[in-house]
């Protein structure tokens, strides 16, 4: 089996197509209707071509998820590194969780399969270089790279919810909390979960931005203490 970044593009004698072409059509699909949506025949018809004619240029669908993943990983750049190996995995850490929130399908593609096309590896060697600020031992600052990912993925996931939630039922956060807000009262009001009580009657209401800096930092820490 060849690897799609390992073949040189077709390329017709009239050029009405191109891969970047699909691929954009493809990511535009999965940006408002979900990866599920994303199928040889709709990306044909949204570039108006035949479904044939598509696998001229890719042999499957996996190869067209491969070249989604990457083509989203090339928007824009990572930061520079600053030498300083917690500030510089903090910002790997922001720019994931970034790119996730831009391109939600991305997550389970990212908890699937490893990204092998140039930006993908490009992001990929900017993270080790900012982890092998940390430590020189490679297993470690992969480990340790690793981990950030699962973190990001992890702490995503409810944010990701939180808009699947409201696409389904229309309703905001602020909206839900309104009409669950008598059944909450009668709960605090009951006695029965005193510790439940005090985080809605006196924890402050963290951000989905505020709870990511909060664990990134409880990660980070941690992982000074158990690479150095």
């Known amino acids: 089996m060849s690897l799609v970044w390992s073949r040189e593009p077709y390329a017709p ?7 970047e072409r699909i691929v954009h059509a493809a990511i535009a699909v999965a940006d408002a ?14 570039v108006k071509s035949g479904t044939t004619s598509l696998y001229r240029y890719l042999e499957n669908r996996d190869e067209l998820l491969d070249l989604m993943v990457d083509a989203v990983w090339g928007e824009g750049a990572p930061e520079p590194l600053t030498g300083d190996w ?14 996730v929130l831009r391109h939600p ?9 490893p990204a092998l096309g140039p930006n993908s590896l490009r992001r990929l060697e900017h993270a080790l270089a900012a982890a092998a600020a940390l430590t020189a031992d490679i297993t470690r600052a992969a ?16 944010e990701l919810a939180e808009q699947e939630a409201r696409r389904r039922t ?13 059944y909450i009262r009668e709960v605090v009001a009951s006695g029965a979960y005193p510790q439940f009580s005090r985080q809605v009657v006196e924890a402050d209401d963290l951000s989905f931005g505020d709870r990511f800096e909060f664990g990134l930092a409880c990660l980070l ?5 158990q690479v150095r």
């Open 13 to 19: 004698k009239r050029q009405a197509m191109s891969v």
């Open 105 to 113: 399908w991305l997550a389970g593609l990212m908890a699937s399969r």
């Open 33 to 46: 209707e979900g990866l599920d949506a994303v199928s040889m025949r709709r990306v044909a018809a949204e």
């Open 170 to 182: 229309g309703l905001s956060e602020d909206e839900w909390r309104a009409a669950v807000g008598p």
């Open 221 to 225: 820490t941690g992982c000074a203490e």
């Open 86 to 99: 917690r500030a510089d995995l903090a910002e790997v850490a922001r720019d994931q969780r970034a790119m």
């Open 143 to 158: 480990a340790v790279i690793g981990m950030i990912g699962d973190y990001v993925l992890g702490a995503v996931a409810k």
